[in-house]
């Protein structure tokens, strides 16, 4: 069932001029450049194999004036209209737009926080250190700004089934947008390396969900084959639609910092979707002339999945080297990133760097911005645990603007956060050693008798015992 790639869009009831009436895009080969009309279920070129992107949005053909669109999107924000209450689909103007609005589906996706990291910057030395919260979205992570659009497209298609393979963002994600979208949802993850928390979710929202007994790898390698099997819609990150969606968290991000582009962008690397999306708005942005210059997009992964890493180092990113992947970081545990090409060419346009970090900096780092009350799951802290790599190699300097892109929410892995602060993360491990380093960051639970003395007495305890505690006295 291919799907068409041009789309006349009814005029937009909701009025929030000046908007488009007539939206095209096409899909190009990101390897041969062939542009195609339609594309197949597997988003593949029909000449040489290599994944597709969207192109030709609709500012490239009505060529809106960057001082417009922004006054527009920031009019939006005050606005009641579905669309407009969306954080995705505000930026309309960047997005392939679906015929009617009837067909979209969204659950008020994107409008994430830019939080500053204060404590963050005082141990990285960099002196303008923030973090965009993507696990502020509905499910969580940052998979549902590019859900709303692909989930769009698969209903306006006609497609009775979706279905992705996961590390469980993904899958979670998924789930809810079919089920807001009125279709059905298979779910393929590798049994026993997910978290429970993003496993649940897709339960909860009626997916149908299989764990197979593989790696991330091996389930996308079914998927590729099942969607030239049966009439499935595939919503990884592969389908384009989903990274235009993405695209938009940058669009959010330079519209918070007043479109004053920061020095560096830093982003987890798993299937590298995420950073070839932002990389991809960041370029169009500065061909509209919304930003000035680019910021650097940096990518860092677990030492354990470190295909790009190796890719970049070993083979100059002409060709993929996969690994056999292993981390604590579920989200990131990919061996073989089907959009590695996308992201090689971001990185390599905008100046970045590729680091890898190990098991015990990712658990520091997770740790150090939940002090901050603001949390995330692990393969979101590979971001801080990576710039202090970048700020001791001395490619980011100590007055540059850094924002550190937060993938998912704290509650996605609690298993991983009750295991590091009881102490037992790296128990019986080869990093046990090394984790040593961290007890001052642990805070476990304490089971006492429920006596006023025995809780005073803790208190007291612990204000003597935790100097190291970011908020304690000495500290403050
Ligand atoms: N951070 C989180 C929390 C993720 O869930 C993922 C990927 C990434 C970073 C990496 O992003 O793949 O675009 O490079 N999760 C996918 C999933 C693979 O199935 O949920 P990426």
């Not at 590019?146 to 089934?161: E, I, L, S």
């Not at 612990?462 to 006295?473: G, I, L, Q, T, V």
Request: charge should be neutral.
């Amino acid at each position: 069932m291919p799907l068409s790639a041009t789309s006349d869009r009814d005029k937009d009831k909701q009025g929030s001029q000046p908007d488009l009436s007539k939206v095209t895009f096409t899909f190009r080969c990101i390897g041969c450049g062939s542009p195609t009309a339609a594309a197949a279920q597997d988003f593949r070129c029909s000449h040489c194999n290599n994944l597709l992107e969207i192109t030709d949005p609709s500012w490239k053909l009505s060529g809106p004036n960057a001082a417009a669109l922004k006054s527009m999107w920031r009019e939006r924000r005050s606005s009641n209209a579905t669309l407009d209450l969306s954080g995705v689909w505000r930026f309309r103007e960047f997005l392939p737009v679906p015929e009617s609005e009837q067909q979209v589906v969204t659950l008020r996706e994107g409008n994430t926080p830019l939080y500053e990291l204060p404590l963050s910057s005082r141990i990285t030395g960099v002196s303008r250190l923030y973090g965009k919260h993507q696990g502020m979205n509905p499910t969580g992570s940052f998979k549902d700004a590019g859900m709303t659009v692909a989930a769009t497209f698969a209903r306006q298609a006609g497609y009775r089934w979706v279905a992705c393979a996961s590390t469980g963002n993904t899958s979670a994600s998924m789930a809810a947008y079919a089920a807001r979208g009125g279709m059905r949802s298979l779910v393929l993850v590798p049994e026993g390396k997910i978290s429970w928390s993003k496993l649940s979710q897709a339960l909860d929202y009626g997916a149908l969900t299989c764990q197979l007994r593989t790696d991330f790898d091996g389930c996308l390698r079914l998927l590729q084959e099942l969607v030239r099997r049966a009439p499935v819609y595939q919503l990884n990150s592969i389908n384009p639609f989903r990274l235009e969606g993405q695209k938009t968290a940058a669009i959010e991000l330079l519209e918070q910092l007043d479109w004053q582009p920061p020095d560096h962008i830093v982003l987890p690397g798993g299937n590298l979707g995420n950073s070839s999306a932002i990389g991809k708005a960041l370029l169009e942005m500065l061909d509209i002339g919304l930003i000035s210059h680019l910021p650097k997009l940096s990518v860092i992964q677990a030492e354990g999945a470190n295909a790009l890493v190796r890719t970049l180092r070993e083979a100059e990113g002409k060709r993929l080297i996969s690994v056999p992947a292993e981390t604590r970081a579920t989200a990131i545990r990919i061996g073989n990133p089907a959009s590695w090409e996308k992201a090689v060419k971001v990185i390599q346009a905008t100046g970045g760097a590729c680091e890898q970090v190990s098991e015990v900096e990712i658990a520091q780092a997770k740790a150090e911005i939940g002090a901050e009350g603001v949390g995330c799951e692990p393969a979101s802290a590979v971001t801080l645990a990576g710039l202090k790599k970048l700020v001791r190699q001395g490619f980011v300097k100590p007055d540059e603007t850094v924002v550190l892109v937060l993938t998912g929410n704290l509650l996605k892995d609690p298993d991983f956060t009750m295991e590091f602060h009881r102490g037992d993360l790296f128990r019986g491990t080869p990093h046990e050693r090394a984790a040593d380093s961290l007890k001052a960051l642990r805070h476990p639970p304490i089971v006492l008798d429920a006596t006023l003395d025995a809780v005073i007495q803790t208190l007291e305890r612990a204000e003597k015992s935790d100097p190291a505690h970011p908020n304690a006295k000495s500290n403050a």
